[in-house]
Each structure stands twice: as structure tokens, then as C-alpha cells.
């Protein structure tokens, strides 16, 4: 297990809020008004969180960890793929360090992460090139939701931490967790970035 540190300026930059329409959408505003790398957002709620290709995502009160992080680097087309995975492995880091089983957790590619068969949590990439580019990294994590809590054509496919009878963690708590992961593997994606690679390959369902 690699050690996790609390000395990164990100830890100064987090912002809470009660209720935002997307955590990715404030952040992308907020990046193009100049705010610095490490800059993240987090939420109880969104209500118009989305995913991948917009499709909606449940961020209902209290119930998982909606959070939102700032990344300034070149947008090269090579970049994306790290990108995507740079979000997933980190979230699979964070987890691993708060005691979650790892035979119990899948990466399916490119940037979902599965808990016992079924999605807990997803990660949304969006960049902005130009004189000025950066990359947003959105996560969404299931936490508290009962099967109740999902629409019945999601109950099959998607869970919680609860769910699998994992502790009921805070998310205010577990987020500086994930943003520890998120600046250890982001100084990993500069310096060796096959090394992000190799982790997201040996711990996906393909």
C-alpha cells in the first residue's frame, strides 16, 4: 500500500457545499475565471449531476461523495487516456486505503469502478484547450443508498458501500482520502506514466 500524504496545497483549496447543479459545471466556471490546480469541489447534492455522454447522474443528499477536482496541463490528444484513468485508479486507491476488500473491486474500462459486480462509483473527464488549458475530474461515489434509493431499472446494475455491507463512511471525510490518491498519481502521470497504466490494466474487468 503507498503511503498517503497531507501536505499538498490541494488540501487548502477544497470548497463544500450543501446543493450545486454539478460539481464538474461550478469547477469548469471557476477554472475559466483562473482558479488554481488542486482546486476541488464537493457536494452533498447535485441536482443535475451527469456522467458520461450527459447521461444523468443520482446525486441525492447526503447519500455518496460528488466531488469535483482542477488539473492544469497541456490537452494533447495522448494525455485523455491517461486522464480517464488517472481519476479511476485514484478512486480505487482511496478505497483499497480505507479497507474496502480489492478482490471486491473492478475497474471497467474506461472509468467506472465496480464493487462486487455492480457500479459504485464513475468518473467524468472534461478539458478545455487554449492558452490556458486545464482538466476537470469529476467522481461520483456511492456511499449510503439502499436499493430503495435507485430507480428500479438501476437496482441490478448499480450499488453503494453500504450495499455491500461496507462501513457507512462520511464523505467529508473520505474526500481528502481521494484527493491524497488523486496528487500522488497525478505527479506519477508526469514522471512515469506507464506506471498509471499498468495499475488501471491489472485492475480492470476486461
Request: hydrophobic residues 40%; charged residues 20%; neutral net charge.
Amino acid at each position: 500500500m503507498r503511503t498517503f500524504r497531507s501536505d499538498s496545497q490541494w488540501h487548502e483549496r477544497i470548497h463544500f457545499f450543501q446543493s450545486v447543479t454539478s460539481t464538474n459545471d461550478l469547477l469548469l466556471e471557476w477554472a475559466e475565471g483562473g482558479s488554481p490546480e488542486g482546486t476541488s469541489v464537493i457536494a452533498k447534492e447535485q441536482t443535475s449531476g451527469r456522467g458520461q455522454f450527459h447521461r444523468p447522474w443520482l446525486s441525492l443528499f447526503g447519500m455518496g461523495l460528488w466531488m469535483s477536482v482542477l488539473l492544469r496541463l497541456p490537452i494533447e490528444n495522448e494525455i485523455i487516456k491517461s486522464l480517464s484513468q488517472l481519476g479511476v485508479v485514484s478512486l480505487y486507491d482511496a478505497l483499497l486505503k480505507v479497507k474496502i476488500p480489492p478482490a471486491s473491486l473492478k475497474i471497467k474500462p474506461p472509468n467506472d469502478l465496480l464493487l462486487d459486480g455492480k457500479k459504485v462509483a464513475g468518473i467524468l473527464v472534461e478539458t478545455r484547450r487554449g492558452s490556458a488549458p486545464f482538466a476537470v475530474i469529476g467522481i461520483g461515489l456511492n456511499i449510503h443508498q439502499t436499493h430503495e434509493d435507485f430507480p428500479l431499472e438501476l437496482r441490478n446494475k448499480a450499488t453503494s458501500l453500504v450495499i455491500a455491507g461496507m462501513p457507512p463512511f462520511d464523505p467529508k471525510q473520505l474526500a481528502p482520502i481521494v484527493i491524497d490518491s488523486l496528487y500522488l498519481r497525478y505527479q506519477e502521470l508526469h514522471s512515469n506514466p506507464g506506471a498509471l497504466d499498468e495499475v488501471w490494466r491489472k485492475a480492470s474487468f476486461l
